[in-house]
């Protein structure tokens, strides 16, 4: 089992920056990815990136490629997702997820979840 737990979360003006960040209870596998999916209401829940955990490798949505940037620290077991040039569209719940072979773009693949943090972006 794997605890996952996002912060970092917040309301924000168009054009602004957030920064957040996913604490996994314990190591990461090599060959798993971490994500960051997202909700807003009345949509389902859409990918936004994820990064294998051995190489670093990020990939990204279209709609944030450019604006946001996934990293990772292995020895704190913790993702970062750098979010800036916040837009309206961005406002949704922010969830990490945890892959255990490889990572995808399908949230049906993700093996584990954190609970979620709002972010907010006002125009």
């Known amino acids: 089992q794997v605890q996952l737990v996002e912060s970092g979360g917040g309301l924000v003006q168009a054009g602004g920056s957030l920064r957040l960040s996913c604490a996994a209870s314990?190591?990461?596998?090599?060959?798993?990815?971490m994500a960051w999916f997202r909700q807003a209401p009345g949509k389902e829940r859409e990918f936004v990136a994820y990064?294998?955990?051995?190489?670093?490798?990020?990939y990204y949505a279209d709609s944030v490629k450019g604006r946001f940037t996934n990293s990772r620290d292995n020895a704190k077991h913790t993702v970062y997702l750098q979010m800036n040039s916040l837009k309206p569209e961005d406002t949704a719940v922010y969830y990490c997820?945890?892959?255990?072979?490889?990572?995808?773009?399908?949230?049906?693949?993700?093996?584990?979840w954190g609970q979620g943090t709002q972010v907010t972006v006002s125009s």
């Open positions: 997820a945890v892959d255990l072979h490889g990572g995808s773009f399908y949230r049906t693949q993700y093996d584990y």
């Open positions: 314990r190591r990461i596998a090599s060959t798993s990815a």
């Open positions: 990064i294998r955990w051995s190489s670093g490798s990020a």
